[in-house]
């Protein structure tokens, strides 16, 4: 089965700029999830869907961060304006359900770089 | 507050060695614990998954364990080999659906 694809896998932008990331996850999957994993640390969840509904978005920083999932399968997830302390990796992750117990499928991620 | 702690932050090893990775968390109410791989530019692959009601997982050359009481989890992994180098998360789920990730461990195996 095709895994979650992500892109664009590089972006360098300056800070105070948009930029927009899309993520395809596994055909089938209801919930998808956005991850910010800045250098040297963990990836941090921003949001979680369930079909087209937003689960989470309790760390997501709204007044510059939105993402959508309008029909229930691809996502994307804007940063508008950017700022220096938002270069990092932002991953995408889609699970079957929701739910504790279920495993859940990574993209590569796109790293990005704020000037 | 929610933490995760992984000790070392690196590792050198030579082709061989069995080595343990350290994870401790603060949280007592945990549902279940993940090892994930994380290679250079890539995405998070899961290795292990414990529930809580369980003591170890094994797969292979990795073997996971889980003391809830005192708040720890290590990997193990059994004569190390060069693909094995990669950076090793732990993360938990608790009262919510959320992974809490550590920092990681970076492993570098050389041949």
């Known amino acids: 089965e095709a895994g979650v694809a992500q892109s664009p896998r590089y972006k360098i932008i300056e800070k105070r700029q948009s930029v927009a990331f899309w993520c395809n996850p596994i055909s089938g999957h209801a919930t998808l999830y956005w991850y910010q994993q800045i250098l040297g640390q963990g990836p941090k969840l921003l949001i979680q869907?369930?079909?087209?509904?937003?689960?989470?978005d309790s760390q997501l920083p709204k007044d510059r961060f939105s993402a959508e999932r309008l029909k229930g399968v691809d996502s994307t997830l804007k940063i508008q304006p950017a700022k220096l302390e938002d270069s990092a990796v932002y991953l995408c992750a889609s699970s079957l359900q929701s739910g504790r117990d279920q495993p859940q499928h990574f993209g590569d991620g796109t790293r990005l770089s704020i000037l | 507050k929610q933490e995760v702690t992984q000790i070392p932050a690196a590792l050198s090893v030579p082709e061989g060695e069995n080595l343990v990775l350290n994870c401790s968390f603060t949280?007592?109410?945990?549902?279940?614990l993940q090892w994930f791989r994380q290679d250079p530019g890539k995405g998070l692959t899961s290795l292990l998954l414990?529930?809580?009601?369980?003591r170890e997982q094994t797969s292979g050359r990795l073997n996971a364990s889980l003391d809830k009481s005192s708040g720890r989890s290590t990997l193990y992994i059994a004569a190390s080999q060069p693909g094995d180098s990669a950076t090793y998360l732990c993360?938990?789920?608790?009262?919510?659906?959320?992974?809490?990730f550590g920092t990681g461990t970076r492993l570098k195996v050389l041949a």
């Open positions: 414990i529930q809580s009601s369980q």
């Open positions: 993360a938990y789920t608790s009262g919510t659906y959320k992974y809490i």
């Open positions: 949280d007592s109410a945990i549902y279940n």
């Open positions: 869907f369930q079909n087209n509904g937003v689960v989470d």
